[in-house]
Nanobody, 123 residues
Framework: QVQLVESGGGSVQAGGSLRLSCRAS????????MAWFRQPPGKEREGVAS???????TYAHSVKGRFTISKDNAKNTLYLQMNSLKPEDTAEYHC?????????????????RGQGTQVTVSS
């Protein structure tokens, strides 16, 4: 059974930073594509970033240069470092995974998703 458990959300002022973590179990982490999605209040879910099994990275245009996705295979943990946060980054952030090793956040179907962690950025 695949489990994805996020942590690290919270409230921060604009310009601040947060680091999200996602601990994965029940899947072959090294061979998976991992991603972060977010759902702002009252809006559709959107892709934020992904990292595949070859460590190839994909970012949404809105976060490029501010967010960094990374993973630690030894700890089965995915991270999202978020800097220069803006009020429009306010959302519930979800970790997701797919067994397909060469996916990306915009074109792949992610079979597994965590419960989410809330990020609130105030102006």
């Amino acid at each position: 059974q695949v489990q994805l458990v996020e942590s690290g959300g919270g409230s921060v002022q604009a310009g601040g930073s947060l680091r999200l973590s996602c601990r994965a179990s029940g899947l072959t982490f090294d061979d998976s594509t991992m991603a972060w999605f977010r759902q702002p209040p009252g809006k559709e879910r959107e892709g934020v970033a992904s990292i595949d099994s070859m460590d190839r990275l994909t970012y949404a245009h809105s976060v490029k240069g501010r967010f960094t996705i990374s993973k630690d295979n030894a700890k089965n943990t995915l991270y999202l470092q978020m800097n220069s946060l803006k009020p429009e980054d306010t959302a519930e952030y979800h970790c997701a995974a797919t067994d397909y090793p060469y996916g990306d956040v915009f074109s792949s179907n992610f079979e597994y998703r965590g419960q989410g962690t809330q990020v609130t950025v105030s102006s």
